[in-house]
């Protein structure tokens, strides 16, 4: 209550209406599954279209494996399913396994970052180059490594050194500068006699702020230091700042390329972050590597403390470039040379998919002292996801990948206990009969998750050959779009797969009948109808949980609730409190009775709601306990429609 300590008219606002519970989203999926590139221990972004998933985890091209070979890029299908069945958000968690042969040869020669001791061995999967492979200090050129593992890591570098614009000028015979940053690289140039220019002209600079005689002071050339103040208008000095341009450039997709402008050379420049956060490391204007991470070159100073040793590894790395002509100091020289003068290539190499990930890298881990995760586990902060599946994990279920496989979808399911509001869409295997998709099924027995057979046959764009998909990318997209054209509480089935060619097996009416009772989801084909998710039953064997929706509506009730009840934490326990929770919760139910998601022709049949002394003992009061009882009546699918006809003769009333 607010105290009133001085007469006077006071004027308060209050509320007279019950606190509301807003539904929460039903439709953000997680996938979990190995991909081209991108961050594997990084909390996901949100993607919504597969060009922001290739952005990050690379494009739709087969994986190569080094001992299970190439295999279809599952996760990239699996998101393109997603958003053309219908899908709108999801978080993609990448895995890759690390080369078991610690032998593997990445690149021919590269360099130990703390030691600068010559290395030929490589397992991270990570591609990387040297910007002069043949210098004779290893520890004076630069390391440029692939932010992230994988074979899309194998790319081009393109460094293009900028001259900017006159920065120089005089008011009277007074030296003023704009644009001038400290560390910043500057060319001081003598445009009247460029053949014969006298000490400092036509060299590059380190520019650094001189408190004690508060003037810029020039540093690393010939006559250094030279003071701002120093320089006469009559010399016909300029002074230019040189930044670097880094064009990134994918080896089998070129038209990918991205550029970052206007980068300064100096590691410890205001533009780079802190040396403090990252010592001696170049981020390509990154503070630290969690940060844009869409840069895919992490550059390495190593040993290269200011920006003229920067520019000095370019330069020295041009002359022993064969295809470098005229040198890039003398293409420096001119501002006005063509960019082609002053740029130097170099190719990433060594960047590998790693191993196929198994059942442990699934269930992914905490990095110790650290706030990093993989797999799974980095799902567990993103509270709004709703749907997890592991695309293409089930390959080879029969073929000796059974016991991952079989690791994965139990690590899915206790997931999605655990988490309490989400539901696993479970792979077959491939190529599985009915015995066998059946015995795989019978290892398995949870209400939050759900079996679909068979894999989905679609044209693959990379091939141009047809080839079959796990369907849990389908069944996702499906499930997205069944709640945004209708509700969560409808079954998600007798729903069209528009990518659809066919599946991997043609069921017919007999033999759905054998796999629906044991909550096996099947693709159907109907002639005129199309190709259809033909079940919507859980993998659970108690038949109040059966089938998908009432587990998916009563987990969207309890986020519901859960999320709109917060308020009431710390609140007096008492009946003012217990009237308010229930007006709240009854408001909600009423709003979902009267869209239709509840059985009964009245909203006392549908639902109740209870919170007063006849739920909560004084025990339950006594340890700051309320106690809330509520009851929905669910709606079921009319999975089976019986019409029954008999003859009828027209006397009869």
């Not at 005689?213 to 010399?235: H, M």
Request: aromatic content about 10%; overall charge negative; some cysteine.
């Amino acid at each position: 209550m607010p105290e009133y300590l001085a007469p006077g008219v006071f004027v308060e606002e209050t509320s007279f209406r019950a606190k509301s519970i807003e539904g929460v989203s039903t439709t953000t999926t997680g996938f979990v599954g190995p991909a081209r590139y991108g961050p594997v221990d990084l909390e996901p972004d949100l993607i919504t279209s597969v060009v922001e998933f290739e952005r990050v985890y690379g494009n739709r091209r087969q994986l190569d494996f080094k001992k299970a070979g190439t295999l279809h890029n599952y996760t990239w299908h699996a998101v393109r399913a997603f958003f053309e069945e219908g899908g709108k958000r999801l978080y993609v968690g990448r895995l890759f396994r690390q080369l078991d042969d610690t032998t593997y040869s990445g690149i021919d020669a590269t360099i130990d970052i703390t030691t600068g001791s010559v290395q030929s061995a490589y397992n991270d999967g990570h591609a990387r180059a040297l910007l002069e492979p043949a210098a004779t200090n290893k520890k004076k050129t630069l390391l440029l490594t692939a932010r992230y593992p994988g074979s899309a890591g194998n790319l081009r570098v393109r460094f293009s050194l900028r001259l900017g614009q006159n920065v120089l000028s005089f008011e009277g015979s007074t030296p003023k500068v704009g644009a001038l940053l400290e560390k910043d690289v500057v060319l001081l140039r003598d445009t009247q006699s460029p053949l014969a220019s006298p000490v400092g002209a036509g060299e590059f600079y380190l520019a650094t702020w001189s408190e004690d005689v508060q003037d810029w002071v020039f540093t690393g050339g010939p006559g250094s230091p030279i003071a701002l103040s120093s320089l006469t208008k009559d010399e016909g000095y300029e002074l230019r700042v040189l930044t670097l341009a880094v064009t990134v450039i994918p080896t089998d997709e070129p038209a990918a390329s991205q550029v970052w402008d206007g980068l300064a050379l100096d590691p410890t420049h205001a533009r780079n972050g802190s040396a403090d956060s990252l010592t001696d490391r170049f981020l390509l204007d990154a503070t630290q590597p969690a940060k844009n991470r869409d840069v895919p070159v992490i550059i390495d100073t190593q040993q290269l403390k200011t920006g003229l040793e920067v520019l000095q590894a370019f330069l020295d790395a041009s002359l022993a470039s064969p295809v470098m002509s005229p040198a890039l100091e003398l293409a420096l020289d001119n501002p006005d040379s063509p960019e082609s003068q002053r740029s130097l290539e170099v190719l990433l190499k060594g960047g590998v998919d790693g191993e196929r990930p198994q059942g442990d890298d699934y269930l992914g881990r905490q990095i110790p002292n650290t706030t990093r995760k993989t797999g799974l586990v980095q799902f567990e902060d993103l509270e709004d996801i709703s749907i997890v599946a592991a695309p293409g994990s089930t390959f080879g279920y029969e073929n000796g990948y059974g016991t991952h496989a079989a690791t994965v979808l139990n690590a899915l399911i206790s997931h999605c206990q655990r988490m309490k509001y989400r539901i696993a869409v479970l792979d077959s295997g491939n190529g599985q009969t009915l015995g066998q998709v059946r015995a795989q099924r019978a290892k398995i027995d949870s209400s939050y998750g759900a079996l679909y057979y068979p894999w989905v046959k679609v044209l693959d764009p990379v091939t141009r050959q047809p080839i079959f998909l796990p369907p849990s990318g389908f069944v996702a997209g499906i499930y997205a779009r069944n709640d945004v054209n209708r509700a969560v509480y409808k079954a998600p089935a007798n729903e069209v797969v528009n990518l659809a060619l066919g599946f991997e097996s043609n069921l017919s009416k007999s033999q759905q009948e054998v796999l629906n009772p044991e909550g096996i989801n099947a693709f159907r084909y109907f002639e005129g109808r199309g190709y259809r998710l033909w079940g919507a039953r859980t993998v659970s064997s108690d038949p109040e949980w059966k089938y998908v929706n009432l587990r998916r509506y009563f987990a969207y009730l309890e986020r519901s609730i859960d999320k709109g009840t917060q308020w009431a934490v710390f609140e007096p326990n008492g009946d003012q409190l217990w009237a308010s929770v229930r007006r709240t919760i009854e408001d909600f139910l009423l709003n979902e009775w009267q869209t239709g998601a509840l059985l009964g022709d009245k909203p006392d049949k549908a639902y109740f709601v209870k919170c007063d002394r006849s739920t909560m003992t004084q025990n339950d009061l006594d340890n700051g306990r309320l106690v809330c009882l509520i009851g929905v009546a669910p709606l079921r699918p009319a999975e089976f429609v019986i019409f029954r006809i008999g003859q009828w003769t027209g006397d009869r009333k």
